[in-house]
């Protein structure tokens, strides 16, 4: 069993940035493809970016390429995302996810095996 528990949400004015961190309970931390989601009110929700076990690969939803960025630490269980440039649109509940396997199409293709309770970003315009 796997827990995820998110931070480093909060307000923020259009432009600016916020990094969000997501840290794991469990030894087979480094084993896993991590990644983020979205959830915006009254939308489903969306894929935002995947990591690979190693960190050597990532994958960004459309909407939030070349402004986001994702990194893990494995000796610290932890995933990070940096937001840049956010807009109003960004605004969502952001969900940290562990895959099933140390491959990102785990994450980006349903294959998500662990949720975090999520975490609140609010960009005002």
């Known amino acids: 069993q796997v827990q995820l528990v998110e931070s480093g949400g909060g307000s923020v004015q259009a432009g600016g940035s916020l990094r969000l961190s997501c840290t794991a309970s469990?030894?087979?931390?480094?084993?896993?493809?991590m990644g983020w989601f979205r959830q915006a009110p009254g939308k489903e929700r969306e894929f935002a970016a995947a990591?690979?076990?190693?960190?050597?690969?990532?994958a960004y939803g459309d909407s939030v390429k070349g402004r986001f960025a994702i990194s893990r630490d494995n000796a610290k269980n932890t995933v990070y995302l940096e937001m840049n440039s956010l807009k109003a649109e960004d605004t969502a509940v952001y969900y940290c996810?562990?895959?099933?396997?140390?491959?990102?199409?785990?994450?980006?293709?349903?294959?998500?095996?662990?949720w975090g309770k999520g975490t609140l970003v609010t960009v005002s315009s």
């Open positions: 990591i690979s076990w190693r960190g050597g690969n990532q």
């Open positions: 469990g030894r087979a931390f480094s084993s896993y493809a």
């Open positions: 996810a562990a895959g099933s396997s140390p491959f990102i199409a785990t994450i980006s293709e349903g294959g998500v095996r662990y």
